[in-house]
């Protein structure tokens, strides 16, 4: 009843010790002893696990993939070219069996395919080049939807963004619908020309894309658009009319 307790409150080893653990957020308690006996303070691995405990350092369990966010916010309705941009993946095979995959990027407003861009991968790199290119002939998009693939949730596509300064909105997971545009586009490629053809080559590929591309912004009529093909759609854009009429540009249907 008498005993008094001895025992230090260690404050120098806490102090260090927790700047070792703010700085190596990682390293569990036995990785920090080894860092603290390489300057001396060396202890019993019982009492590091208890000054580890008290100091409440616990290496916290992730919960995930770090996940890409953009914008959340509802998107409007475009009401121009350029306004708005989707994009997605297709995938097909060779006649060899060897999987090819498809980037296509479409204009929300005029419906235009502004490109397929096919290879055995596409990276988040590569379709940052693919989107400076269509840039340079087009211009740039105020805003580009997608789903949360991880070539499109890359470092690669958010410095991207970012440095371009363009809004980038990722569609919920599960949620295929809030990219209505692209998707329906992708039915009508593969319906009208994957399930068609049988692609000897990646050279035989790209040769065909091209040609249906070209094909459906030019001579396929767009039910979408009042009948008209994407190239016309764009040509019809209506300019801002005179004072005291509406002048909410849209397409002249």
């Known amino acids: ?7 230090g409150d260690d404050g120098d080893l806490r ?5 070792i653990a703010l700085e190596r957020r990682r390293f569990g308690y036995r990785r ?13 691995h019982k009492k590091l696990l208890r000054l580890y405990r008290e100091e409440n350092l616990r290496v916290r369990r992730r919960r995930g993939r770090k996940r890409a966010m953009g914008t959340r916010a509802p998107m409007t309705l475009p009401q121009g070219p350029n306004q708005r941009w989707s994009l997605d993946f297709v995938s097909d095979t060779l006649v ?11 204009d929300d407003f005029t419906r235009e395919n502004l490109a397929l861009v096919v ?4 990276s988040g790199a590569r379709v940052a080049r693919e989107l400076d290119a269509i840039i340079a002939v087009r211009g740039k998009p105020l805003m580009i939807v997608s789903d949360n693939g991880t070539e499109l949730t890359s470092l690669a596509i958010l410095r991207w963004a970012q440095d371009r300064q363009i809004e980038w909105h990722y569609i919920a ?15 009508r490629l593969r ?14 590929a790209r040769s065909v ?40 540009p849209g397409l002249q249907l």
């Open 191 to 204: 319906d009208e020309c994957l399930n068609e053809t049988l692609f000897a080559s990646l050279s035989h």
């Open 119 to 122: 290879d055995t991968s596409l």
């Open 1 to 7: 009843m008498r005993y008094a307790h001895r025992r």
């Open 32 to 44: 920090l002893g080894i860092m603290l006996a390489r300057e001396g303070l060396v202890m019993n």
């Open 96 to 106: 060899c069996s060897r999987r090819i995959r498809i980037l296509a990027v479409v």
């Open 173 to 187: 997971p599960g949620k295929p619908q809030q990219n209505g545009y692209v998707e329906s586009f992708n039915g």
């Open 209 to 248: 894309l091209r040609a249906w591309r070209h094909d459906y912004n030019h001579v396929r009529p767009h039910s979408g658009i009042g009948g008209l093909t994407p190239a016309d759609a764009a040509r019809r854009v209506v300019q801002p009319c005179p004072q005291g009429h509406d002048d909410n």
């Open 15 to 19: 102090s260090r010790l927790r700047e």
